[in-house]
């Protein structure tokens, strides 16, 4: 009797459930719009909701990809019952962008077996920015030139406008194939009024530089947020604020980046203006033997990053010796362009007299508003030294000094006339050949363990070296010109490592050899060039090589003059 009563209450269960699954089967999915029409590059809201409870992840959205940009989308499931009566629903939220104006649309989507009706959305154009201020949130873009050189630095202005307020949001990076792309500064707020209606303006800035030539595109960033939209509910201290998600695209920009010029030679500077600058401290004509001379020069170049800054050298005649000192550089804006600068002291001190011709600088550059090669010049200049009355006086007394140390006087008693004693110096003792003997033995061992020192040091140096130097000559054998660009620096870097190299100037500097340096400028000329794609590593290669095997020479190095 028990037995049966226990069945009888788990077959009713059983049929309950079965009841219940069938109430809640799914057999309705609708679809619908937040606005129609829209504007060109404006946001609206799609929603797609089921009458049932469903998996989060059984909306597919890549149909949509086709017309549309489709942003964030929001999954939320509830679950109400009035009257023991139950209803579960899932709303399925997605943030479009329209890619142009016309007539779009948006196609049935399925979840499980059922789908949706398809949606026909007009898309109007934005025809100025009137109607772009009729939109609650939008964003303007601006470049400085849309047709540069390679490796020639444009900026990138983007702002972004908002009436409504918001709640969270981010702004994606652009984009540009085969560029280096830098935001500059902070992000600038700001209010400004367009056809009556009050903005608020977050404005961004970007340095841009394309490392290849041909036809881009430059992918504007987009914004996806939240902004609090208006309701009627009446408000208290328990509501929430309704949010509503928003997205907002801006133009994309055509550009062209034209190659170096084939007439050009040098280290490729292409710039609207760069020149040259020079102080002196003192600043005088005339200086005298052993006196301290600082010589800065100062290169400034617009739309030129501060990496791309070459190096700035200075010869001097015999007799005269430099010290550089660490180069300074400096980014900042100016008129909404970029402007870099680089700041080199030199320490001058001259060892005799006479008139020295100190020989010109001269850096090369492209003017990139005239077309024209042209060079920043620091005329030569002519200086005289003069004998320095302070340092004969000092040699004039350390003479003196000398001489009366070597003259040892006899003890002089009044009482006694006055007579000369002679010091006589004898022969070296055998205590003094011992300690001769001494001497001898303690430099020879100091000679073989300096010896040792310096050999071990070889070993351990060209062993870290091998790691750059392998990943170069790979680079070379596979004709990898864009690696081998950025293998050179890091190889000269552990050749000479008690130096900091950390650019090609700075390789090629060192190197110091003049078919070294005319294969990187041809690899240069043929990467960033028209002929990218036939470059033949086989000649730096054997270079490469050969200077691998040869120890390097350190007395031409830069040297550090501290304060």
């Known amino acids: 009797m028990v037995i049966h009563f226990i069945r009888l209450i788990a077959l009713s269960t059983l049929t309950s459930l079965l009841l219940i699954q069938s109430a809640f089967a799914l057999t309705q999915v609708t679809a619908t719009v937040d606005k129609n029409p829209v504007m060109e590059k404006e946001s609206f809201i799609l929603q797609v909701i089921a009458d049932d409870d469903v998996d989060t992840n059984a909306l597919d959205t890549s149909p949509l990809l086709k017309d ?111 560029a280096s792309i830098t935001q500059i500064g902070k992000d600038k707020e700001s209010d400004t009024i367009i056809n009556g209606k009050r903005y608020r303006v977050i404005e961004r800035n970007y340095a841009i530089n394309p490392q290849n030539s041909g036809e881009f595109i430059i992918k504007t ?122 700041k080199q002291n030199f320490a001058l001190v001259a060892s005799k007299v006479g008139t020295y011709e100190l020989p010109e600088i001269r850096i090369p550059w492209w003017n990139t508003v005239t077309n024209k090669m042209q060079y920043a ?81 070889t070993k351990t140096i060209k062993a870290v070296t091998q790691n750059s130097y392998k990943d170069l000559i790979n680079a070379c054998d596979k004709n990898n010109g864009e690696k081998a660009l950025q293998l050179i620096a890091p190889w000269v870097a552990e050749l000479f490592s008690n130096v900091n190299i950390t650019t090609l100037e700075d390789a090629k500097h060192f190197i110091n050899r003049t078919e070294f340096n005319q294969a990187v400028m041809d690899l240069q000329q043929c990467f960033y060039g028209k002929a990218a794609k036939n470059w033949n590593g086989n000649t730096l290669k054997s270079l490469i090589v050969d200077i691998n095997k040869q120890p390097q020479n350190t007395q031409n190095q830069p040297i550090t003059l501290n304060p």
């Open 221 to 342: 960033p987009v914004f996806s947020g939240e902004i609090i939209s208006q309701t009627n509910r009446r408000s208290n201290f328990l509501s929430f604020a309704d949010t509503k998600p928003v997205s907002a695209l801006g133009e994309d920009i055509n550009l062209t980046v034209k190659p170096i010029p084939d007439n050009y030679q040098g280290f490729w500077l292409p710039s609207e203006i760069l020149t040259l600058h020079q102080e002196w401290q003192p600043d005088n004509e005339s200086f005298m033997v052993g006196e301290p001379i600082t010589r800065t020069v100062i290169l400034t170049a617009a739309g030129l990053s501060e990496e791309q800054l070459p190096k700035i050298e200075m010869s001097v005649p015999s007799g005269i010796k430099v010290y550089p000192d660490q180069a300074e550089l400096h980014t900042g804006m100016n008129n909404s362009k970029l402007v870099s600068q680089k």
């Open 68 to 178: 549309f940009i489709v942003g964030r989308t929001s999954v939320s499931s509830q679950t109400s019952m009035v009257n023991f009566n139950t209803t579960r629903t899932t709303k399925w939220t997605t943030v479009l962008i329209a890619r142009t104006a016309g007539t779009f649309t948006i196609p049935a989507l399925t979840i499980e077996s059922l789908s949706t009706s398809p949606i026909s959305l007009e898309v109007l154009k934005t025809s100025n920015q009137k109607t772009s201020a009729s939109q609650d949130i939008f964003i303007t873009t601006d470049v400085s030139s849309k047709e540069v050189y390679v490796q020639e630095q444009l900026t990138l202005t983007v702002k972004l406008h908002f009436a409504a307020e918001l709640k969270r949001g981010s702004l994606s990076e652009p984009t540009l194939d085969g």
């Open 377 to 457: 010049v620091i005329p030569a200049k002519s200086i005289t030294i003069t004998p320095n009355e302070d340092m004969a006086n000092d040699k004039q007394n350390n003479n003196a000094t000398n001489s009366t140390a070597q003259t040892i006087p006899a003890t002089v008693n009044e009482n006694e006339p006055l007579e000369t004693k002679t010091v006589i110096v004898k022969e070296a003792s055998w205590l003094q050949w011992l300690f001769l003997a001494l001497w001898l033995l303690t430099s020879f061992a100091w000679l073989i363990s300096s010896f040792n020192k310096k050999k071990k040091n």
